[in-house]
């Protein structure tokens, strides 16, 4: 254990002993930390409970959590010596430390809120709105995080006058992609967004399964089962209750459709809405390694309650059933149903519903974003690269996108979009200066210099009419550079020249030809751009 830190965390009247991550022992008076907070107040007030509240975990390694420092016992907890250090000290009557950097603050503003420590909260919540002119975006995404709403719109009031709503701080990673939508549309409108900025936020947008990493709490011998069932109830036993000792019947809980009505069935999954499903242990057993772990050792007939909705139920267990795999599921049905699949390990519940998202890579522009979330969510970087592109020529920042801010996803994936978005419009706007030609190719630059003779150059009347057109537009796109009216705006002057080759049909066939290359060259830009993808996230196989 590291050395104790200074007074008056080593006072010998300290009735208590916190441990920090980093292992530094903090002694301290629980009169002091209960009058400071009602959640240690609560704490000590009851006996040592086998799992400490949240936010304090249990000794791990060689210490038990019963283990004594002179005498008193360890509290372990989840922050570093740097945090508790200043978040004690603000509970103490004494100066109060220095809180300067906006990490700092974040992180002890944080530990604050946890622990319901009063003053530590009005303190660092008033020193993060110290920050907002020096670091709008920052105190933003910090505010979000913690669900400050007065923080997180003062903050957002200032990145809208500083215009820094597309600069990357790293606490974007950490806020869900509905907090940065609707600031974008603050910023983009200057128009409320409504309701909270926070609103839509998830339990943990770094949580997703798309990460690498894990938390060893989610874990159990089961293969995680313990962390994925609300309860699970013993075997269901005939009811011992005769008509005459019962007033009324129960009502009927609804069940699932075919094939999961039955009532002799051996499990029944009961779901958040109260719908059970009867499926034989067989299935369970063939479909999800996870399921079968809640199940296994339960004498039949038995129900357990899992976490998902009834609708989502319904898919997975139907792509392993032998009836009818679902069909016409939307794209929000199966994000829900590809996180249950993934987190209960069903193969082929996954395969079918990754297939069914691929499905919608030629869906309309309109529902692009919300597939590049959703591909986004389950590591599918194929699928994101093809749905980010049909959002090339959007405007994703003056709307709101309610189905998207659904989608468990950090808002740094829309900040790599927006920036990837904007790279290939960079590259493909670097061809319209009507004095830069070293882009055309060599099979094209004779071509054009053999086109007319009026406007003695190297290219033809008709080319810097033409560049000039798309130039107007904000992004030029494949689609756009062919259209009638372009083309037709080209050829308009050529009267001026009196460009005879130009104003017969072999010149506007020409044009039309290469305004094809600008196409096909508008293509090949974009796609030499690559689209960012986090270092930590598993990218699946599309």
């Known amino acids: 254990m590291s050395s104790p830190p200074a007074h008056p965390f080593i006072d010998p009247s300290a009735d208590v002993v916190f441990i920090s991550s980093d292992r530094v022992a903090f002694k301290l008076h629980r009169v002091i930390l209960s009058l400071a907070s009602d959640f240690f107040k609560d704490m000590f007030a009851l006996p040592q409970p086998d799992h400490p509240p949240s936010g304090v975990q249990a000794q791990t390694d060689n210490t038990s959590t019963d283990a004594k420092l002179d005498g008193l016992s360890e509290i372990s907890m989840t922050e570093p010596s740097q945090v508790l250090d200043t978040l004690f000290r603000l509970c103490y009557p004494l100066d109060d430390p220095p809180l300067e950097t906006i990490d700092h603050v974040g992180a002890v503003l944080e530990a604050a809120l946890k622990y319901e420590l009063r003053k530590a909260i009005q303190m660092t919540s008033r020193r993060l709105r110290e920050l907002i002119p020096s670091a709008p975006l920052r105190v933003y995404a910090i505010a979000c995080k913690l669900s400050l709403e007065d923080e997180a719109r003062a903050a957002a009031v200032v990145v809208r006058e500083k215009n820094v709503q597309h600069e990357y701080v790293e606490e974007l990673e950490d806020i869900p992609i509905g907090a940065y939508l609707?600031?974008?549309?603050?910023?983009?409108?200057?128009?409320?967004?409504?309701?909270l900025f926070f609103s839509h936020r998830s339990s943990s947008?770094?949580?997703?399964?798309?990460?690498?990493?894990?938390?060893?709490?989610?874990?159990?011998?089961?293969?995680?089962?313990?962390?994925?069932?609300?309860?699970?109830?013993?075997?269901?036993?005939?009811?011992?209750?005769?008509?005459?000792?019962?007033?009324?019947?129960?009502?009927?809980?609804?069940?699932?459709?075919?094939?999961?009505?039955?009532?002799?069935?051996?499990?029944?999954f009961e779901t958040?809405?109260?719908?059970?499903?009867?499926?034989?242990?067989?299935?369970?057993?063939?479909?999800?390694?996870?399921?079968?772990?809640?199940?296994?050792d339960l004498p039949v007939p038995a129900r357990v309650t899992i976490p998902e909705s009834s609708k989502v139920t319904d898919i997975i267990l139907r792509i392993c059933s032998p009836v009818e795999s679902p069909s016409g599921v939307k794209t929000l049905d199966l994000d829900s149903a590809l996180a249950a699949a993934t987190k209960y390990k069903m193969p082929k519940a996954i395969q079918f519903l990754r297939r069914a998202l691929l499905a919608r890579a030629d869906t309309d522009a309109a529902t692009s974003l919300l597939l590049y979330a959703v591909a986004c969510r389950h590591g599918m970087h194929d699928l994101a690269l093809v749905a980010a592109k049909r959002t090339f020529r959007m405007e994703l920042t003056s709307s709101l996108y309610p189905k998207v801010e659904a989608i468990d996803i950090?808002?740094?994936?829309?900040?790599?979009?927006?920036?990837?978005?904007?790279?290939?419009?960079?590259?493909?706007?670097?061809?319209?200066?009507?004095?830069?030609?070293?882009?055309?190719?060599?099979?094209?630059?004779?071509?054009?210099?053999?086109?007319?003779?009026?406007?003695?150059?190297?290219?033809?009347?008709?080319?810097?009419?033409?560049?000039?057109?798309?130039?107007?537009?904000?992004?030029?796109?494949?689609?756009?550079?062919?259209?009638?009216?372009?083309?037709?705006?080209?050829?308009?002057?050529?009267?001026?020249?009196?460009?005879s080759y130009c104003l017969r049909e072999n010149g506007a066939i020409l044009l039309y030809q290469f305004g094809q290359y600008v196409a096909e060259t508008i293509l090949k830009l974009e796609d030499q751009v690559a689209l960012e993808w986090p270092p930590e996230v598993v990218v699946g196989k599309d």
Do not use: H
């Not at 609707?182 to 309701?195: A, W």
């Not at 399964?209 to 075997?235: C, E, Q, R």
């Not at 005939?238 to 002799?264: N, Q, V």
């Open 182 to 195: 609707r600031l974008l549309y603050f910023c983009e409108t200057g128009r409320d967004p409504g309701g």
């Open 205 to 268: 947008p770094r949580s997703s399964t798309t990460k690498k990493k894990k938390s060893k709490s989610s874990k159990s011998a089961a293969g995680g089962a313990d962390s994925l069932a609300t309860s699970v109830s013993v075997p269901l036993p005939p009811s011992s209750l005769s008509e005459a000792t019962t007033p009324s019947p129960p009502p009927t809980p609804p069940r699932g459709a075919y094939p999961f009505d039955r009532i002799d069935c051996e499990v029944e």
């Open 272 to 296: 958040s809405d109260g719908v059970r499903f009867g499926v034989s242990k067989d299935m369970v057993s063939l479909s999800s390694p996870v399921l079968y772990a809640l199940i296994r």
């Open 410 to 499: 950090s808002a740094g994936y829309l900040y790599r979009l927006l920036e990837y978005r904007r790279r290939c419009r960079d590259a493909v706007r670097a061809i319209l200066d009507v004095n830069k030609t070293d882009w055309i190719d060599r099979g094209w630059q004779p071509r054009l210099a053999t086109c007319c003779l009026s406007t003695r150059s190297a290219l033809p009347c008709w080319y810097g009419r033409y560049i000039e057109k798309m130039a107007g537009e904000d992004w030029p796109g494949p689609a756009s550079v062919v259209k009638q009216e372009v083309l037709q705006a080209a050829l308009v002057n050529l009267s001026w020249y009196n460009c």
